[in-house]
């Protein structure tokens, strides 16, 4: 490696918006993150889950009208 053209790797503190802090390695001084493991819904339990079924069920009526129109004129 050429020496004096990689940026210095060191330890720094990150923050996260919900007030978390951790030691972590970057070439930046500092970090400042908006969501982390401690506040985002996938780690906490708080995820929503989506009801799936709903939005098949919904696109297959979408495509149902769609297609419905061209069959009648084919017959």
């Known amino acids: 490696m050429k020496p004096e ?4 790797y060191q330890q720094v503190q990150a923050h996260c918006a919900c007030g ?3 030691t972590t390695g970057s070439t930046k001084k ?7 493991s401690k506040c985002h819904p996938y ?10 079924a709903g939005r098949i069920d ?3 009526q ?9 069959e009648a004129a084919a017959k």
Do not use: N, S, Y
């Not at 780690?43 to 799936?52: H, M, S």
């Not at 979408?62 to 061209?70: D, L, V």
């Open 5 to 8: 053209i990689h940026p210095k």
């Open 43 to 52: 780690f906490t339990g708080k995820q929503k889950l989506l009801d799936t």
């Open 20 to 22: 978390e802090t951790w």
């Open 30 to 36: 500092e970090l400042r993150v908006e969501i982390c």
């Open 62 to 70: 979408r495509f149902a009208k769609k297609a419905g129109p061209k």
């Open 58 to 60: 919904r696109f297959q």
